[in-house]
């Protein structure tokens, strides 16, 4: 799938309220708004695994009950410091596998209710301190495999609650994941 059907569209506009859309695995180069828009009770969305490189700023801003965005395995080299400012109930931010070389430090402040941010498998040189400042609720924070060398410790520090009991491993675990990076020294506050 490479275009999004027109019938689809229409089906949107007129059918019951859609909650889950998934269009990964696909070959999506772009993601029209108004679908989205269509789509105001959305409480998933994942775009993963397509040929995305870039996302517009208001592609969620129509769907303020979002609780999960999956972007990972696409093309991006940046995203819009505004992208899910319209989703005060995002619990779920998946941006893991793209070309992010930063993060826009106002990516996530809107969302008091973040619990899982992935920026994993990225080319991240550095993470702003004050990244997750308003997400009191952050229980796991994923900077595996970038290219950083340092990290702030004002970042930890907001994150009192970085903790995460992954299904598959069944214990509590620290959520502060930082391994193949080439960290040359750590915080005093870490």
Request: aromatic share 4%.
């Amino acid at each position: 799938l490479a275009t999004i059907p027109a019938a689809l569209k229409r089906q949107l506009r007129c059918g019951d309220p859609l909650l889950w859309l998934d269009l990964s695995n696909n070959q999506l180069t772009n993601v029209p708004g108004e679908l989205v828009a269509a789509c105001p009770n959305l409480l998933r969305l994942s775009l993963s695994v397509n040929r995305l490189a870039s996302v517009q700023s208001k592609l969620v801003a129509a769907c303020p009950n979002l609780q999960w965005l999956d972007l990972s395995h696409n093309h991006l080299t940046n995203v819009p410091g505004q992208l899910v400012a319209a989703c005060p109930n995002l619990q779920r931010l998946n941006l893991s596998n793209n070309l992010l070389i930063d993060v826009p430090v106002e990516l996530v402040a809107a969302c008091p209710n973040l619990q899982q941010l992935d920026l994993s498998f990225n080319q991240l040189i550095s993470v702003p301190g004050k990244l997750v400042a308003s997400c009191p609720n952050l229980q796991l924070l994923d900077l595996r495999f970038n290219k950083l060398t340092s990290v702030p410790g004002e970042l930890v520090a907001a994150c009192p609650n970085l903790q995460q009991r992954p299904e598959h491993w069944g214990g509590e675990l620290r959520g502060l994941y930082m391994d193949a990076n080439p960290l040359t020294g750590l915080s005093a506050e870490l």
